[in-house]
């Protein structure tokens, strides 16, 4: 199965900036996917990034708040805008099928 | 869209009994049901996983079974070790041409006593 590498594992950042989390696969794939995990709960899908495209945002997540980059079938970057103490969460990196890398941890104060 | 439901949210056992975790779903489309077992500080590790086309699937202590017609899957966990203490998550497929794309249980912290 594929390697996941995800930078950085983990940020403590201040209320109003962005934060870009990168995701690195050791394989070409069709599609990314990112997740994110609020504190002691279960993970949630936020979009799919597919090469070449604008990526799909599930229910509840916007493209001005998670703007996605997948520059080619390897990479992809999550960026986490205009950050509030709510957005503290991991953050994971996913591809088919349905492997994980180890998580960007946010803290927002 | 899909919805799973996992039972229990705490789990104690001792070492060397069973652990069964129990999940439902609600998409009958639903054709792929993986397992992940998430430790501290790390990501989610795939541990097993199923296919509508089969009943049940074992790797050594670790076995999952699915009922499609009751429109739920299980993990079983035998001679549970000290290690196996994590939090476990189950998933299904939630639609679109992707396996990616999963809808997740709200998790099970498994304990393992010595």
């Known amino acids: 199965s594929a390697v996941i590498s995800q930078k950085p594992s983990r940020d403590i950042c201040q209320r109003g900036t962005s934060l870009t989390i990168q995701c690195q696969v050791d394989?070409?794939?069709?599609?990314m996917f990112w997740y994110r995990q609020q504190p002691g709960q279960s993970l949630t899908l936020i979009a799919t990034?597919?090469?070449?495209?604008?990526?799909?945002?599930e229910s509840g997540f916007v493209i001005d708040k998670f703007p996605i980059s997948r520059p080619n079938l390897t990479f992809s970057t999550l960026t986490v805008s205009n950050m509030s103490p709510e957005d503290s969460s991991i953050y994971l990196c996913?591809?088919?099928?349905?492997?994980f890398g180890s998580g960007t941890r946010l803290t927002v104060v | 869209g899909e919805n799973v439901e996992q039972h229990p949210s705490t789990l104690s056992v001792q070492e060397g009994d069973s652990a069964v975790i129990k999940c439902t779903y609600s998409?009958?489309?639903?054709?792929?049901f993986p397992w992940y077992k998430q430790e501290l500080g790390k990501g989610p590790q795939l541990i097993i996983d199923?296919?509508?086309?089969?009943g049940e699937k074992k790797d050594q202590r670790i076995a999952v079974t699915l009922n499609k017609t009751a429109k739920h899957f299980s993990l079983h966990i035998t001679e549970t070790q000290p290690e196996d203490s994590a939090v476990y998550f189950c998933?299904?497929?939630?639609?679109?041409?992707?396996?990616?794309?999963?809808?997740f249980g709200q998790g099970t912290i498994l304990t393992v006593h010595p």
């Open positions: 394989s070409q794939v069709t599609m």
């Open positions: 990034a597919n090469q070449g495209s604008e990526a799909t945002y």
């Open positions: 199923i296919r509508s086309n089969v």
């Open positions: 998409d009958s489309a639903s054709n792929y």
């Open positions: 996913s591809v088919e099928p349905g492997t």
């Open positions: 998933a299904a497929y939630a639609g679109g041409t992707s396996y990616g794309k999963l809808t």
